[in-house]
């Protein structure tokens, strides 16, 4: 997958250190995946949820933080929308948030 805002998770896990090697994990493997859509993301991050159409919901290390991203999966893109702390998350609607 291409990423789009891939330097967002990474000023991200500047800010937050405790989030750093999850969201480099997750990079890692969302780089070298060719997911066609959101059950295999879901097999490749057991507790990624999907609030609803091409995002899909993560949790960063333990449920202290979340990501939103959005795909599309015929152009082999992952959009990152979202990432911050679980109380910021709980303000933002997961289906419409596009922060970056």
Known sequence: MRLIAR???VEF???HPKARASLAHWTSV???SAWSNVGEVQ???SKAKAPGGDRVRFEVPGGDYRMI???DFRRGIAF???VG???EYDRVDA???SRF
Do not use: P, S
Request: cysteine-free; overall charge positive; proline content about 0%.
């Open 7 to 9: 330097n967002t998770l």
């Open 13 to 15: 896990g500047e800010r």
């Open 30 to 32: 969302a780089r070298a």
């Open 43 to 45: 097999a490749a991050f």
């Open 69 to 71: 991203v959005a795909f």
């Open 80 to 82: 990152v929308k979202f």
């Open 85 to 87: 702390t679980h109380a």
């Open 95 to 97: 289906l419409t948030v």
